[in-house]
C-alpha cells in the first residue's frame, strides 16, 4: 500500500484542490481492487489537476518506487513540463501558453529536432532515418549511399557510395576459389580473397617404388600439396626391404648385410657381401670314404649294406660327397626255378634262372655323377619293342609309349621309347607249342644279356 502523506507532499495543492474525493478513490483502489494495480491513478489525477492550478508537485519520488515513471535514455523525468516542447523548427516563435505537464523531456542544454522526430539534439543540423543528429556540413555514410547535412532547410542529400579501388584478385592456383569478405573499414564495398579448398586438388599422390615413400608438403602461396618419393634409408634386394645392419641373402656362396651408405644414383642404401671361402678337404662320410687332393672321383660300397654307395666328387674345386641307394629289379622267387636264386656281383641284388614263362626284357644301369639306378621292365621284349604274350587270358588292355633317356656306363647316353602297360584284362588266348619254344628261346636270350649289362655296370662301381 503506497503511504504518502497528504499533509507534506501535497500541503501545496490543499488551498487549490481539495484532497478529499482522491484520497477516498486511493484508499477503494488499494483496499477493494488490490490486483488491477490502480493505486497510482487517484494519485496521478490529483497532481494533474494541481498541476492546472499551476502548483507542481513531484509526488513520485516519495513512493518507494511503487508509483515510478520510466522514460527513454535520451530523456528525463520531470513532474512538470511544458505542455508543447521546444523544438529545431519552434525555437524562434514565442510559447505563450504556461500550462505544465507530466512526463518524458530532453535534458537541459538540449532541445527536440521536431515534433514529428523525437530526437534530442544539441544544435539543430540534421536527423536521417538512422535517428543520429547531424551538424550541418557534417558527411556520413548511410545504408551504402554516401550524405551531407545542408544548411538553409534542405536537410540531407545523398548519393550512391563509391568504394575505394582495390587491387584485383585472381585466384588462379589449383584449389583456390574467390570469396567476398565484409570489410571493416567499409561495410558497404566487401573485399574478394583467395581461399583454398584442398577436395578442388587432382594431384594423386604417386606410388614409389620399393625403398621409398612418400612425402607432401604444400608450398607457400599454393594450396594444393606437392608429392615426392623420398628414400626409406634402406637396402633392396629381390623385392624386399632390408634395415641397415640386417643380414641380406644374396646366394648361398656370399655373407651379405646392409650398410648405412648411399649408392649416390639409386639413393638406396649398399649391401656388402663376402665370399664364404671354399673347403677344399673331403669329409669322411661315415668314415666310410675318404680321398684327397689328388685322387680321383672314387666309389665305395657300405660294408654293412651291399646297397648303399659312397662317392666323392671333386666339382669346381671343391670335392663334394654323396651318399646313393642301389634300386634292384622286382625280384619274384616263385619265378625262379628251385635252388637257382643267388646274388649278383655287388651283393645286393637278387637273380635266380627264371621259369619259361617269366621274361625279364631289359635291365640298364643309370649312372649320374654320383646318382646310381637301375631301370628295369618286366614282361617287354626290348628286341622286338612288344609285349611278349603267352599262353595266358591275362593280357595288357591298355598301354602308352614312353621315352626314357638311358645313360650308360660308357658315358654314351641313349634314348629309349617302350610300351608302358597301364591296365590289364582277361581275354581270349591261343596256345602254340612252336611259340612257346620261340618265346621260351628268346626270354633266356634276354635274361643272359640283362645279367651281363648288370655285371658290367657293377665292375665299374667297383673300381
Not at 217 to 233: A, D, L, Q
Request: charged share 20%; net charge neutral; hydrophobic share 25%.
Amino acid at each position: 500500500m503506497i503511504t504518502v502523506s497528504a499533509s507534506s507532499v501535497f500541503q501545496p495543492c490543499h488551498g487549490f484542490v481539495q484532497p478529499e474525493k482522491y484520497y477516498a478513490a486511493c484508499v477503494f483502489d488499494s483496499c477493494v481492487l488490490p490486483n488491477l494495480d490502480l493505486e497510482c491513478s487517484s494519485l496521478q489525477i490529483y497532481a494533474a489537476t494541481c498541476a492546472d492550478q499551476s502548483v507542481c508537485i513531484d509526488w513520485r519520488s516519495h513512493t518507494n518506487g511503487v508509483c515510478s515513471y520510466k522514460c527513454p535514455s535520451d530523456k528525463e523525468y520531470r513532474a512538470c513540463g511544458p505542455l508543447k516542447e521546444t523544438t529545431c523548427k519552434s525555437s524562434q516563435q514565442n510559447e505563450t501558453s504556461t500550462k505544465q505537464v507530466e512526463g518524458c523531456f530532453c535534458p537541459n542544454g538540449t532541445m527536440l529536432y521536431d515534433s514529428g522526430v523525437d530526437v534530442c539534439v544539441k544544435t539543430c543540423g540534421c536527423v536521417g532515418v538512422d535517428k543520429i543528429p547531424r551538424e550541418f556540413g557534417e558527411k556520413f555514410t548511410i545504408d551504402c549511399q554516401d550524405c551531407i547535412c545542408l544548411e538553409g532547410g534542405s536537410g540531407i542529400v545523398c548519393e550512391p557510395h563509391v568504394c575505394a579501388k582495390q587491387n584485383k584478385t585472381t585466384c588462379d592456383g589449383e584449389g583456390f576459389y574467390e570469396v567476398n569478405e565484409v570489410n571493416s573499414e567499409d561495410f558497404c564495398c566487401p573485399i574478394v580473397t583467395c581461399k583454398c579448398n584442398t577436395s578442388l586438388c587432382t594431384t594423386k599422390a604417386p606410388k614409389c617404388t620399393l625403398g621409398f615413400e612418400v612425402h607432401s608438403h604444400i608450398p607457400s602461396g599454393r594450396c594444393c600439396p606437392v608429392y615426392e618419393c623420398v628414400p626409406k634409408r634402406v637396402c633392396v634386394h629381390q623385392n624386399a626391404e632390408f634395415l641397415p645392419n640386417s643380414s641380406v641373402f644374396v646366394d648361398k656362396c656370399q655373407n651379405c648385410f646392409c650398410t648405412n651408405e648411399v649408392n649416390i644414383s639409386t639413393q638406396l642404401n649398399i649391401i656388402s657381401c663376402e665370399h664364404i671361402p671354399c673347403n677344399t678337404y673331403c669329409e669322411p662320410v661315415s668314415d666310410k670314404l675318404k680321398t684327397n687332393k689328388n685322387q680321383n672321383p672314387h666309389f665305395k660300397n657300405d660294408p654293412y649294406n651291399n646297397c648303399t654307395i659312397y662317392s666323392c666328387v671333386k666339382v669346381h674345386n671343391q670335392f663334394v660327397s654323396s651318399t646313393s641307394e642301389i634300386t634292384c629289379p622286382a625280384f619274384n622267387e616263385e619265378s625262379c626255378k628251385p635252388g637257382t636264386i643267388t646274388f649278383l656281383p655287388n651283393g645286393c641284388c637278387k637273380t635266380c634262372n627264371f621259369v619259361p614263362n617269366f621274361t625279364l626284357s631289359s635291365v640298364c644301369w643309370l649312372l649320374s655323377q654320383s646318382n646310381v639306378a637301375i631301370f628295369h621292365v618286366n614282361r617287354y621284349s626290348a628286341e622286338a619293342n612288344s609285349m611278349d604274350h603267352r599262353c595266358s587270358c591275362c593280357r595288357e588292355s591298355k598301354t602308352t609309349v614312353k621315352k626314357v633317356n638311358l645313360k650308360c656306363p660308357n658315358g654314351h647316353s641313349i634314348s629309349h621309347e617302350y610300351i608302358y602297360v597301364e591296365r590289364c584284362s582277361c581275354q581270349d588266348t591261343t596256345c602254340s607249342t612252336s611259340h612257346s619254344r620261340e618265346s621260351r628261346s628268346r626270354e633266356e636270350n634276354d635274361k643272359a644279356r640283362a645279367l651281363n649289362r648288370i655285371k658290367r655296370a657293377i665292375s665299374l662301381t667297383s673300381q
